[in-house]
C-alpha cells in the first residue's frame, strides 16, 4: 500500500502560480503512476494531469494544457503539480492519486483505475 499526503494549496490571485506537493510513503513509490484530480463543489471529480512511473510521459486535461505541468522525484517520493495562470475557474480541492496496476510508462485518465488517495488540498483562486 501506499499512503499519499497532498500539501500546497491555498488562496491565490488570478495569474499567480502554486506548485503542489504529493507525498508517498509506503511501498516503493516509482512503481505507481501518479494522477491529478479536482473536485469542485457542486460538480463531479475531474481529471487534470497524470504522470507515469518514471516520469517520462504525462498527460493534460484540456484545462490544463499548457498552464499546468507534472513532474516527479522518486527519490524523493514525491510528485509535483506546477500550476501556473491560475484562474479562478480552477478553483477545488485537488487530489493525487497512486495506480497501482500501472504499467511503465502507461498512464490513464479514469479516477477508477487509482487505488490510493490523498485527502485533497484546496486551491482557491481569486479575481
Known amino acids: 500500500q501506499v499512503q499519499l499526503v497532498e500539501s500546497g494549496g491555498g488562496l491565490v490571485q488570478a495569474g499567480d502560480s502554486l506548485r503542489l506537493s504529493c507525498a508517498a510513503s509506503?511501498?516503493?513509490?516509482?512503481?505507481?503512476?501518479v494522477g491529478w484530480f479536482r473536485q469542485a463543489p457542486g460538480k463531479e471529480r475531474e481529471f487534470v494531469a497524470a504522470?507515469?512511473?518514471?516520469?517520462?510521459?504525462?498527460y493534460y486535461a484540456d484545462s490544463a494544457k499548457g498552464r499546468f505541468a507534472s513532474s516527479r522525484d522518486n527519490a524523493k517520493n514525491l510528485v509535483y503539480l506546477q500550476m501556473n495562470s491560475l484562474k479562478p475557474e480552477d478553483t477545488a480541492v485537488y487530489y493525487c492519486?497512486?495506480?497501482?496496476?500501472?504499467?511503465?510508462?502507461?498512464?490513464?485518465?479514469?479516477?477508477?483505475?487509482?487505488?490510493?488517495w490523498g485527502q485533497g488540498t484546496q486551491v482557491t483562486v481569486s479575481s
Open positions: 509506503g511501498r516503493t513509490f516509482s512503481n505507481y503512476a
Open positions: 504522470i507515469s512511473r518514471s516520469g517520462s510521459n504525462t
Open positions: 492519486a497512486a495506480d497501482s496496476h500501472s504499467a511503465w510508462g502507461s498512464i490513464t485518465i479514469r479516477a477508477p483505475s487509482y487505488d490510493y
